[in-house]
């Protein structure tokens, strides 16, 4: 095997190829760094590249898989921060000149669980401003660019993360979802992502955007891989006040290519009436949609709340949310904030403790209409963004005109 195969086998693969010492952590992370100084520049999806750090976790990976010490499929296996994961001592930005010098003094709960799972740091990626402002070049690091057209959008928040894997420069790292953070960027970058249900994953240590809705999770290139993820990461955290106790199953053991029987609700007032999908999206969901019922999933069409209620819950909690947590920078420090961040966040100053409040109510209710619909189906179908825009056509103002079908998921905490 050249070094060149190894930018795009996946987690499980590499995991074999490891185990049984036919690869080596050393040769695949060297492989990884050199791919990443040779394509970053371009791609912009690293912030900090720890390629020291890299090189010494691989050779205690080698060394313990040859004395037989070896700890599962992520041992000897690089991986990347979205960087608003804490990494003791190792800058943790945000993505945001406010924390341009912050080197915390411990690791995010998830961050400690894959160093224990044995698997190797390449460095932290890109993200939007505090994984919520869109693509700026106000900031001290360029956005990420989508390897598969540089002129085009990688989605975001964990716009970094979606680069990095679709380019091959890791083949694992973790992003954050608020309002389709993670799902964004895997539609645009065609590589898997998962936000887990809320609280599975723990935020502590990990820079907040929503308390309410904040999600961490994996991103990878096939759902196997995010299952060996999710794995690692998953569990209850005394320290995360969302975190919920729950028994953690066998998620790889749980993947089933046979889906006979499986029921399926399909939104689709959500595409073709709620936000009508580019044609091309909707040609495909609905492919999609013919190859389930062709390998014997039942598949019936089903309705939620209007998408935009699930969006005007989330921005009211949400954007309070925020400006709370960056209020006393944005007083002390306001020229150092990106203006796309500025953009998004400042209008909250117009919310009222009683908007907030009767959110939090309507949230509560919309949980409650919720549920029976996620009881009813095995899997609700929604539809994602479309294409990828280019980065030139962005525009903060589209945040407040427009919703998307990622936010509802957040709103539910499915």
């Given at each position: 095997?050249?070094?060149s195969d190894l930018h795009f086998l996946g987690i499980a693969e590499t995991a074999r190829l490891i185990e049984?010492?036919?690869?080596?952590?050393?040769?695949?992370?060297?492989?990884?760094?050199?791919?990443?100084?040779?394509?970053?520049?371009?791609?912009?999806?690293?912030?900090?590249?720890?390629?020291?750090?890299?090189?010494?976790?691989?050779?205690?990976?080698?060394?313990?898989?040859?004395?037989?010490?070896?700890?599962?499929?992520?041992?000897?296996?690089?991986?990347?921060?979205?960087?608003?994961?804490?990494?003791?001592?190792?800058?943790?930005?945000?993505?945001?000149?406010?924390?341009?010098?912050?080197?915390?003094?411990?690791?995010?709960?998830?961050?400690?669980?894959?160093?224990?799972?044995?698997?190797?740091?390449?460095?932290?990626?890109?993200?939007?401003?505090?994984?919520?402002?869109?693509?700026?070049?106000?900031?001290?690091?360029?956005?990420?660019?989508?390897?598969?057209n540089l002129a085009h959008f990688t989605g975001g928040s964990?716009?970094?993360?979606?680069?990095?894997?679709?380019?091959?420069?890791?083949?694992?790292?973790?992003?954050?979802?608020?309002?389709?953070?993670?799902?964004?960027?895997?539609?645009?970058?065609?590589?898997?992502?998962?936000?887990?249900?809320?609280?599975?994953?723990?935020?502590?240590?990990?820079?907040?955007?929503?308390?309410?809705?904040?999600?961490?999770?994996?991103?990878?290139?096939?759902?196997?891989?995010?299952?060996?993820?999710?794995?690692?990461?998953?569990?209850?955290?005394?320290?995360?006040?969302?975190?919920?106790?729950?028994?953690?199953?066998?998620?790889?053991?749980?993947?089933?290519?046979?889906?006979?029987?499986?029921?399926?609700?399909?939104?689709?007032?959500?595409?073709?009436?709620?936000?009508?999908?580019?044609?091309?999206?909707?040609?495909?969901?609905?492919?999609?949609?013919?190859?389930?019922?062709?390998?014997?999933?039942?598949?019936?069409?089903?309705?939620?709340?209007?998408?935009?209620?699930?969006?005007?819950?989330?921005?009211?909690?949400?954007?309070?949310?925020?400006?709370?947590?960056?209020?006393?920078?944005?007083?002390?420090?306001?020229?150092?904030?990106?203006?796309?961040?500025?953009?998004?966040?400042?209008?909250?100053?117009?919310?009222?403790?009683?908007?907030?409040?009767?959110?939090?109510?309507?949230?509560?209710?919309?949980?409650?209409?919720?549920?029976?619909?996620?009881?009813?189906?095995?899997?609700?179908?929604?539809?994602?963004?479309?294409?990828?825009?280019?980065?030139?056509?962005?525009?903060?103002?589209?945040?407040?005109?427009?919703?998307?079908?990622?936010?509802?998921?957040?709103?539910?905490?499915?």
């Amino acid at each position: 095997m050249t070094t060149s195969d190894l930018h795009f086998l996946g987690i499980a693969e590499t995991a074999r190829l490891i185990e049984s010492r036919a690869v080596s952590p050393v040769e695949l992370t060297d492989a990884m760094l050199s791919r990443i100084a040779v394509l970053d520049p371009q791609i912009n999806a690293f912030i900090t590249v720890t390629a020291d750090l890299a090189r010494k976790q691989a050779g205690a990976a080698e060394r313990e898989i040859a004395r037989g010490n070896y700890r599962g499929p992520l041992h000897g296996i690089p991986f990347a921060l979205k960087d608003i994961y804490n990494t003791k001592g190792i800058l943790t930005s945000g993505g945001s000149k406010i924390c341009a010098d912050n080197r915390p003094a411990a690791d995010a709960t998830a961050t400690r669980k894959l160093r224990n799972a044995g698997a190797v740091l390449l460095g932290k990626l890109q993200t939007h401003e505090f994984a919520h402002g869109g693509p700026s070049f106000d900031l001290p690091w360029p956005p990420a660019r989508n390897p598969w057209n540089l002129a085009h959008f990688t989605g975001g928040s964990s716009s970094g993360s979606g680069a990095a894997l679709a380019s091959g420069l890791t083949p694992a790292a973790l992003g954050s979802d608020t309002g389709g953070s993670i799902r964004g960027p895997a539609s645009f970058c065609g590589i898997t992502g998962l936000m887990p249900t809320y609280g599975l994953v723990s935020r502590a240590g990990v820079i907040p955007n929503s308390f309410t809705f904040d999600h961490c999770g994996p991103m990878a290139r096939s759902a196997e891989d995010c299952a060996i993820l999710l794995q690692a990461i998953a569990g209850y955290d005394a320290r995360d006040a969302g975190s919920i106790r729950q028994k953690i199953p066998d998620y790889r053991a749980a993947l089933d290519p046979d889906i006979r029987g499986l029921k399926i609700g399909v939104l689709r007032h959500y595409w073709e009436e709620d936000l009508p999908a580019h044609p091309d999206h909707a040609a495909a969901l609905d492919e999609a949609i013919r190859v389930f019922g062709r390998l014997g999933a039942k598949i019936e069409d089903c309705r939620a709340r209007p998408m935009m209620d699930g969006l005007d819950i989330k921005v009211i909690i949400g954007e309070s949310e925020i400006f709370a947590i960056h209020q006393d920078q944005l007083i002390a420090r306001p020229g150092d904030f990106g203006r796309d961040f500025l953009g998004r966040i400042l209008p909250a100053c117009l919310f009222q403790a009683a908007d907030y409040v009767q959110a939090l109510r309507e949230h509560r209710r919309y949980l409650a209409e919720m549920k029976p619909l996620v009881e009813q189906y095995d899997v609700l179908l929604t539809c994602g963004f479309g294409p990828a825009p280019r980065l030139d056509e962005h525009r903060t103002v589209n945040f407040w005109r427009r919703g998307n079908a990622f936010t509802p998921s957040n709103v539910a905490r499915t």
